[in-house]
């Protein structure tokens, strides 16, 4: 285990030499994706160490390394330098780079600041879109997973769809590992910045002059091949290949076919291309426009709307869809995928017709899934992709439990009283009873139950640091918002008791007190 520190920063890296070494053995970097860490190597690095030094590091606040505060402008620099620093101590003056997702646009951006150290590029399953409008879709995709759920929940979108392992092996638990390490203040960041910096990003590869090769899983449902294929045409120095029986991470589902190919990149001789004969760059004239242009940076998106507190609406585009929630389990199933943007035909079938026979499960699902999509106008909105396997909401929603829950969180986060309490008051304004009417299924009772939870110990927050100002009244309110919740919690009912005393409010506190005591007496029959 090794470490550089270069301000305040621990970069945990591993350096292993070649087995056939010589004058002229080269240096490969490798740098990892998103979430994950030096250990997602592990399968390829054995095909490599014959002929090649391998040098592999964990990025900022993943696996082994530290992170420290900056901005979203300094953060590609930021990144650039930790891996010149790393270089630099290991003296090591020029390398190819590997990279997976994130890490190739790391590799991107180092090669802009130090174009003389990059031998060749190879890109694999580059994180572009042809625009930064679908950049911003999936960030805000990716943000909701961790807002109202955990970094569990985004390991459980990313990684089944990163691999083609199967849920619970050995190799799937080792990117769940991952994951667990890297913080949500991070990803975070990082989602921010590449969603910032997209048009950045994209242009920086159409300028990217290095060999460059850009790999890709036939069966990546994240970056598909004919998306990489469209991007890959935007750069004329760079070769495209899509890899069988892999997903995102080709070099976990297929090592050693993945370093047979890059290998062979590394060694052919790299010959630019002749310019286009004008009749073919006139044939394909449109199609590069398409490359070039970015025209789905102008496309309108769709907006939808779901209300769930209190009353179930939905809006599209603004537009009120009034009827035809109550048949054919459209209204469940919708709800569903708001929680669970992305979810298996099973596991519908599991959570919502439990009871029933999998086979008519799955028939029901496909009548309620065709309802839903005509009630949703899908034909021209797409708001919902299914396939064979899977189905999906492809917009952020604007729902009102969304927002509450990520007030909520950021109100128990807040750890200072005088910016906690206007915090609070802004969750508690929303409250009323009956507020989870639409939380009443049982696979959704862990998100009404886990809010639930929150908003008592909210209220017990508040209820103490009002009492401490002496505000009782104030006080007495907040305790009353948690027999909304549990009306059976009897230290409440004795909190309230205690605060009408001290506000001189006895007849008040003796009604409260018998509350208590007969709460008590039930408890105890």
């Known amino acids: 285990m090794a470490y550089i520190s270069r301000d305040d920063i621990d970069v945990h890296y591993e350096y292993e030499t070649a087995k056939n070494t010589s004058d ?6 490798l740098i990892h994706g998103l979430g994950f860490d030096l250990r997602s190597w592990d399968f390829m690095v ?3 160490t014959d002929n090649y030094h391998i040098v592999r590091y964990d990025l900022r606040g993943h696996g082994l390394s530290g992170s420290s505060k ?5 953060l590609a620099a930021l990144f650039v330098e930790n891996l010149r620093m790393l270089l ?3 003296q090591i003056q020029t390398f190819h780079i590997i990279a997976h997702g994130a890490g190739s646009i790391i590799a991107l951006y180092f090669a802009k600041a130090y174009p003389d150290r990059v031998r060749s590029t ?10 930064s409008g679908t950049a911003n879709k999936y960030k805000d995709y990716r943000k909701k997973l961790m807002t109202y759920q955990s970094m569990l929940a985004l390991a459980d979108h990313v990684i089944p769809n990163a691999t083609l392992y199967p849920r619970h092996s050995a190799e799937t638990d080792a990117l769940y590992s991952a994951f667990a390490k890297v913080t949500f203040d991070v990803y975070l960041e990082l989602l921010d910045f590449f969603a910032y910096a997209h048009n950045e990003i994209m242009d920086l590869f159409k300028q990217h002059t290095h060999p460059t090769l850009m790999l890709t899983g036939e069966q990546d449902p994240m970056y598909p091949p004919y998306l990489s ?14 890899l069988y029986n892999a997903s995102n991470m080709v070099f976990y589902d297929q090592p050693e076919e993945t370093f047979k190919q890059i290998e062979v990149f590394l060694k052919s001789k790299w010959i630019n291309r002749a310019p286009l004969d004008p009749l073919l760059l006139n044939l394909h004239s449109e199609f590069l426009d398409m490359v070039n242009n970015n025209p789905a940076d102008n496309a309108p998106s769709v907006q939808l709307k779901i209300s769930l507190l209190n009353r179930f609406t939905v809006a599209v585009d603004d537009i009120p869809i009034i009827s035809g929630w109550g048949r054919r389990s459209a209204k469940d199933l919708l709800i569903y995928l708001l929680l669970n943007p992305v979810v298996t035909r099973d596991r519908l079938c599991e959570e919502l017709w439990r009871d029933m026979d999998l086979v008519k499960a799955r028939g029901q699902l496909r ?7 005509q009630l949703l106008n ?14 999906s909401l492809q917009t952020a929603v604007d729902s009102d439990v969304l927002t509450l829950l990520a007030e909520i969180n950021r109100a128990n986060e807040e750890t200072n009283p005088e910016l906690k309490e206007p915090l609070i008051h802004s969750v508690f304004a929303q409250i009323q009873p009956d507020l989870f009417r639409n939380l009443n299924q049982e696979w959704n009772l862990h998100l009404r139950t886990k809010m639930e939870i929150q908003l008592v110990t909210l209220a017990h927050q508040q209820s103490d640091y009002l009492a401490s100002q002496g505000k009782f009244t104030a006080a007495i309110a907040f305790l009353k918002y948690v027999l909304l919740f549990n009306a059976e919690e009897f230290d409440a009912y004795e909190q309230i008791a205690n605060l009408y005393e001290q506000n001189q409010q006895k007849h008040e506190a003796k009604k409260w007190r018998l509350k208590a005591e007969q709460l008590q007496h039930t408890k105890s029959m």
């Open 378 to 391: 899908n034909e021209v909105t797409k708001l919902i992709y299914s396939d064979k396997q899977q189905i």
């Open 229 to 242: 294929s469209l991007i890959a045409s935007a750069n004329p120095n760079c070769r495209f290949m899509t």
């Open 24 to 29: 002229r053995t080269e240096t490969l970097v």
């Open 46 to 48: 054995p095909y490599m």
């Open 122 to 131: 190879v890109l694999l399953s580059l994180p572009l879109f042809n625009s």
């Open 70 to 74: 900056t901005t979203l402008d300094k």
């Open 88 to 90: 630099d101590d290991l």
């Open 367 to 373: 009548v309620c899934l065709t309802h839903l999509k």
